[in-house]
């Protein structure tokens, strides 16, 4: 148990919904970070707050969004969904802004219908 | 461009044997962090090893090590004394300058035989 949380575990939805996908960090992480990982992308980087703030972007599509509250959780939401964002969301979180070692959610999986 | 190459799709491995898994990656900064994480059939992401770009020696954590050659942009892991529980996918990652985006391979699908 790395002591990251991800709720839902599964996620079952609809084209053109949208979804929350919330993540707990490790107690003393600052930092959270969002991973997609499906089968023809493989994983990707989207997004990396830290405190509270956004500090790294990566291949996150416009129609998703996320955000970290000040007790340190994060959401992802995603909207306008589409069969391709069927994937393992996972989140992640370190103790710094480098992430040098960071400790992974068991992830949620969505699947869009 | 990519960014890390992985071009093992799938191992094989006698248990107790070493084994090296190949990443190679392509960046023109000259601060960087290499990473290894393991990604067992149950689906979780394990961290492995980090190795920053000015570290002058090559990681070690128990039994993984990273064979980093600089100049030749290579990051290849290795495995000592391989066990059944490291029947895995392996993936290589990097983090660009100033702490930016992350870069993941396509992995490597490690089976270790008894």
């Known amino acids: 148990d790395s002591g990251v949380t991800q709720t839902p575990k599964h996620l079952i939805t609809a084209t053109g919904q949208r979804v929350t996908l919330r993540c707990s960090p490790r107690?003393?992480?600052?930092?959270v970070y969002w991973y997609q990982q499906s089968l023809d992308q493989g994983l990707q980087f989207l997004i990396q707050?830290?405190?509270?703030?956004?500090?790294a972007k990566g291949n996150i599509l416009e129609r998703f969004s996320a955000q970290q509250f000040p007790d340190l959780h994060s959401e992802l939401n995603l909207s306008s969904l589409e069969l391709g964002d069927s994937a393992l969301y996972f989140c992640?979180?370190?103790?710094?802004?480098?992430?040098?070692?960071?400790?992974f959610g068991p992830g949620t999986r969505l699947t869009v219908l | 461009a990519q960014k890390i190459t992985q071009t093992q799709p799938g191992m094989f491995v006698q248990e107790k044997e070493a084994v090296t898994l190949d990443c190679t990656y392509d960046?023109?900064?000259?601060?960087?962090?290499l990473f290894w994480y393991k990604q067992p059939s149950s689906g979780e992401m394990i961290f492995l090893i980090y190795?920053?770009?000015?570290?002058?020696q090559n990681a070690t954590e128990g039994r993984y090590s990273l064979n980093f050659q600089k100049a030749r942009k290579s990051a290849n892991l290795v495995i000592s004394a391989s066990q059944l529980g490291d029947s895995a996918m392996y993936f290589c990652?990097?983090?660009?300058?100033?702490?930016?985006?992350?870069?993941f391979g396509s992995g490597t699908k490690l089976n270790v035989k008894p």
């Open positions: 707050y830290y405190n509270g703030e956004e500090r």
């Open positions: 107690s003393g992480d600052l930092s």
């Open positions: 990652a990097m983090r660009d300058t100033n702490f930016n985006k992350f870069y």
């Open positions: 960046t023109s900064d000259p601060s960087y962090g």
């Open positions: 190795q920053g770009s000015y570290d002058q």
């Open positions: 992640a979180s370190s103790v710094g802004l480098a992430g040098f070692e960071q400790f």
